[in-house]
Nanobody
Framework: QVQLVESGGGLVQPGGSLRLSCAAS????????MGWYRQAPEKERELVAV???????NHADSVKGRFTISRDSAKNTVYLQMNNLKPEDTAVYYC??????????????WGQGTQVTVSS
């Protein structure tokens, strides 16, 4: 089993910044993909930013230039630096990880979610 522990959400004014963290722990042979999704009220969950297995990053068009995903591989931790936040960024942000427990067994994991609210 693997646990994803998120932190860093909260209430911020438009134009402000927040940094989210997600640490993976447990039975980890290798992390394939790890990153962030979000879900706003009455909307589907959408990709925000992820690291691919090769180490490249993918950011949603709506956050490019404002959000940056980074990681500390030694700590199995990813971060999401969110700058110039807008009200439309308000959502529950979920950490996601595609974990290999062994070369032959993989599982998808989701964090519990952290609320980000952008409001004046």
């Amino acid at each position: 089993q693997v646990q994803l522990v998120e932190s860093g959400g909260g209430l911020v004014q438009p134009g402000g910044s927040l940094r989210l963290s997600c640490a993976a722990s447990g039975s980890i042979f290798r992390i394939n993909t790890m990153g962030w999704y979000r879900q706003a009220p009455e909307k589907e969950r959408e990709l925000v930013a992820v690291f691919s297995p090769g180490g490249s990053t993918n950011h949603a068009d709506s956050v490019k230039g404002r959000f940056t995903i980074s990681r500390d591989s030694a700590k199995n931790t990813v971060y999401l630096q969110m700058n110039n936040l807008k009200p439309e960024d308000t959502a529950v942000y979920y950490c996601y990880a595609d974990i290999l427990h062994s070369p032959w067994r993989r599982t998808d994991y989701w964090g519990q979610g952290t609320q980000v609210t952008v409001s004046s």
